[in-house]
């Protein structure tokens, strides 16, 4: 129903000069808050409800305190009306197992009989949506980890982009390092498959230029939002998160330049552990996929390969106990002669599924692509007959 449908039905049955016509349906229309934020509003109620109650209730609590009869009698009725608000104030409350097993047995049944599959977003890599199930499911968060210029900010893009393009995912990227604009050049250059620096420099040919306007029609169409506000605080991300409409994946880049709810708090660790803890709940709360990106310490240098563990987190060991999924992207072979880099990809955390696998994976850096490598990340990093000849002599 609307100002044209309710006017309509008015004028068929003749009552629509009674009501004061058009002009006065556009007027309540005005006057009506939209249902675009309902949700907030409710949220503002509910939070107020709550208020009026604690105020009420405390003044019962003083009543009752100040009233004759045994001291405990009158402290367990006090305890008793609290609890009461307090069982109000929750989200939810436990079920029983019972309950839980009737909502899964339904949930198989649809996947057998209509071939249902779990909703979830594919990453693009085959090997890697195998060890994670099928690929990024909302809920859940995902941490992808590296030392700088290893590609984490790319391969982040590329996952989402492509979910969004080829998936229609609903995807937002909070990217705190990179402008809009980059964002932007770094899109076109990964669907138009267009070489990255031409198009920071304008040096484009016919062809180029063909590539770029079906990479800018593409881009344009696709359920793509980013955001580049530095420094975000977790009621930012909140916010933001909540401002795109059926958001599927959100993406943070990256954790370590957020910031906590006191600027300048010398405790860094103790600042990102409240943070992963609100984007932990984010992702429940508002069942998406979340991305995060983090920097690993600098110790991961001087190990061989430069592989990662998970406590190699930096700043912050909140992060590893609240990801769902941790990846750690490390350099196999850089600057390849045939164009590429080999990356490899280690699952270093799986909560539903297997972890301690390794993947290879190719990063085209001129045109900021990504694809599975056919080779095999133990195969790559075999020691040659020449290092093993040097480790020998060493021994």
């Not at 009420?56 to 006090?78: C, F, M």
């Not at 693009?124 to 099928?134: N, T």
């Not at 699952?347 to 990063?363: D, H, P, T, W």
């Amino acid at each position: 129903a609307d100002v044209i449908t309710v006017f309509e039905r008015l004028r068929d049955a003749g009552k629509d000069e009674d009501v004061g016509g058009l002009q006065y349906l556009n007027q309540l229309a005005q006057s009506v808050p939209s249902a675009a934020n309902a949700r907030r509003h409710a949220e503002i109620i509910a939070e107020r409800y709550t208020d009026r109650a604690l105020r009420q209730t405390a003044d019962e609590a003083l009543t009752i305190a100040l009233g004759k009869g045994e001291a405990q009698q009158r402290l367990s009725a006090i305890i008793a009306s609290f609890d009461k608000l307090e069982r109000r104030a929750v989200r939810s409350m436990p079920v029983g197992l019972e309950t839980v097993m009737v909502r899964r047995l339904d949930a198989l049944t649809d996947m057998a009989t209509r071939g249902d599959e779990p909703q979830c977003w594919s990453t693009g890599f085959e090997e890697l949506d195998a060890v994670l199930l099928g690929g990024l499911y909302p809920g859940r968060v995902y941490l992808v980890a590296g030392r700088p210029s290893v590609g984490k900010s790319a391969w982040a893009h590329w996952v989402a982009l492509n979910a969004a393009i080829g998936q229609g995912a609903v995807c937002e990227y909070l990217s705190q390092e990179m402008p809009a604009d980059e964002l932007g050049d770094r899109s076109l250059a990964m669907v138009g498959r267009i070489e990255y620096e031409r198009i920071q420099l304008g040096r484009l040919d016919n062809d180029d230029w063909r590539d770029l306007s079906n990479a800018v029609d593409t881009c344009s169409k696709a359920p793509f939002m980013v955001d580049d506000q530095p420094a975000l605080r977790s009621n930012d991300i909140r916010v933001k998160a909540r401002f795109v409409k059926g958001l599927n994946i959100l993406v943070i880049d990256y954790v370590q330049l957020c910031q906590g709810a006191e600027e300048g708090e010398p405790n860094r660790n103790a600042e990102l552990e409240v943070i992963s803890r609100a984007i932990k709940t984010l992702a429940k709360t508002m069942n998406v996929a979340v991305l995060v990106l983090s920097q690993l310490a600098r110790r991961v240098e001087e190990r061989a390969h430069k592989r990662a563990i998970p406590s190699d987190l930096k700043d912050c060991g909140g992060l590893e106990q609240d990801a769902d999924v941790i990846l750690s992207l490390f350099p196999i072979q850089l600057n390849r002669g045939d164009g590429y880099s080999l990356i490899g990809c280690d699952v270093l955390k799986n909560r539903q599924g297997r972890k301690g696998q390794s993947i290879a994976l190719e990063f085209h850096e001129h045109r900021l692509g990504w694809k599975q490598s056919q080779y095999k990340v133990a195969e790559l990093l075999k020691p040659t007959a020449t290092e093993r000849r040097g480790a020998a002599k060493d021994l």
